[in-house]
């Protein structure tokens, strides 16, 4: 398969990025263990099993190797590296920084590992999804979690629908700019007075249920990560409410517009009335509106005469050769997404998903989902389950089992032999949310002109 610029920089980055020189970490019994610093000062921290087998997991987000899952990690024989990554969503310096955590391992080791998989959280999954599709040789495989699947155009573009929905509907007096972010602050409590308006009444919570379906911000049972039912709109809207401020994502779109240097989101030219549609929450925006006795058309007329917000082709540009994909694969990768994400629904794996298609890595390709309510709220179980389903893909070359029945199974034996407890396995078939909102890969790069 192809690989290319993103690969390259990641390949010449290992090579000559200086490195801060690690300096020893106090370890259990069992293990060595190191500390330091990477590229851009992020700081890593390592453990080495002193019967370390050669496979290696690289956990971008977890500058804090002190969890349970790296705990059994050890307990198994596999070394792990984790660092910190950038605040203001410098997306390339913690791509980069996967290889030069590796070279870092492998000096201290003093061996090159046989085995590597980047397995990393929210921003951490998305930088695993862009290791990925650059595709640089010493990768065996990806574990991306709640985190990116759609691309940093389709997220950031359906996270601007239900902003401005919101904004439109409800006050469109509200100082929140949505884009173009220049007081941090200011921006944050302007979005949470918003919501707390959409909150206080009939009006705005219909309103919400609207802006949310824009997005497909779930509803599920705290519990069970069940979706709430269709007849229990109420409690559907309040978990809507609680998800929006982070839904909506301005403490991170900030910084990252300042990474970027300039706007790379949009809503030029987009139908909100199809994008309803298509949202498959038709039927629930609709039993809202009624019930508050508003008109639903004539707020998709106010949606369809309000102006618009437009990008900076040199940011959308950037964006897009930087954290969007071409779906091409040259190593396995293993999703993992939580029903009740607030961040992402997981319609962004059904993005991923057709991407990966349109590029014929399918096989490549597993997704696996938890019923979960919030972000990455996953038990160690779960991820260790998923880091032994992707060492055995690597080894045989054939995906195992991945039903909810043979997941749990997978977790009951790994149980019977740890000393930790790895909590339950919450698997569930994943759901099918309609399309994929506002999607943008790399047969799109270059098509967006202002």
């Avoid at 610029?5 to 069992?30: K, Y």
């Avoid at 791509?95 to 201290?108: I, S, T």
């Avoid at 601007?160 to 921006?187: K, N, Q």
């Avoid at 919570?205 to 911000?217: F, G, N, T, Y």
Wanted: proline fraction near 5%; charge should be negative; hydrophobic fraction near 45%.
């Amino acid at each position: 398969m192809r690989r290319g610029t993103v690969a390259t920089a990641l390949a010449v980055t290992a090579l000559i990025a200086p490195l801060a020189v690690g300096s020893p970490a106090a370890a259990a019994d069992g293990e060595r263990a190191d500390e330091g610093t990477l590229l851009g000062g992020a700081a890593y921290a390592l453990r080495q099993p002193v019967d370390w087998e050669g496979a290696l997991i690289v956990m971008p987000g977890r500058g804090n190797l002190d969890a349970p899952i790296a705990d059994w990690l050890v307990s198994e024989g596999i070394g792990v590296i984790g660092y910190d990554l950038s605040d203001d969503w410098d997306l390339e310096q913690d791509r980069d920084n996967a290889a030069a955590a590796r070279e870092r391992f492998a000096g201290f080791a003093g061996a090159t590992p046989e085995t590597t998989i980047v397995a990393g959280r929210s921003q951490g999954g998305l930088t695993t999804r862009i290791v990925a599709d650059a595709q640089p040789e010493w990768l065996d495989g990806a574990l991306p979690m709640c985190g990116g699947g759609a691309g940093n155009i389709s997220t950031w573009n359906y996270k601007l629908d239900t902003a401005f929905a919101l904004r439109e509907l409800v006050d469109p007096d509200s100082p929140m700019r949505i884009t173009g972010i220049e007081d941090a602050g200011a921006e944050l409590a302007a979005m949470n007075d918003l919501v707390a308006k959409a909150g206080a009444s009939e009006e705005g919570r219909a309103r919400a249920a609207l802006a949310a379906a824009l997005s497909k911000i779930p509803a599920v049972d705290r519990a069970t990560g069940q979706p709430l039912p269709a007849s229990d709109l109420d409690a559907r809207i309040d978990r809507y409410l609680e998800h929006l401020p982070f839904a909506m994502g301005s403490h991170v779109r900030v910084g990252y517009e300042r990474t970027v240097g300039g706007v790379f989101s949009w809503n030029t030219g987009v139908d909100y009335e199809r994008a309803l549609h298509e949202s498959g929450r038709w039927p629930e925006v609709v039993a809202a509106y009624r019930e508050a006795g508003l008109s639903l058309q004539d707020d998709l007329d106010t949606l369809a005469g309000a102006e618009r917000l437009s990008a900076d082709p040199a940011a959308v540009a950037f964006v897009e050769r930087t954290s969007t994909f071409t779906g091409e694969l040259s190593a396995p990768v293993l999703s993992l997404h939580t029903t009740g994400d607030g961040a992402g629904s997981t319609q962004d794996d059904e993005a991923y998903a057709q991407t990966v298609r349109a590029a014929g890595a399918a096989p490549l390709l597993r997704q696996l989902v938890v019923s979960a309510d919030g972000h990455c709220t996953f038990t160690p179980g779960e991820e260790a389950v998923a880091i032994r389903v992707l060492l055995d893909r690597i080894e045989t070359g054939r995906w195992s089992a991945t039903s909810p029945a043979a997941l749990e199974r997978e977790l009951t034996a790994l149980q019977a032999h740890a000393d930790i407890a790895l909590g339950d396995a919450r698997f569930v078939q994943q759901p099918r949310l309609g399309t994929p909102a506002r999607p943008w890969d790399a047969g799109d790069w270059g098509t967006y002109r202002g």
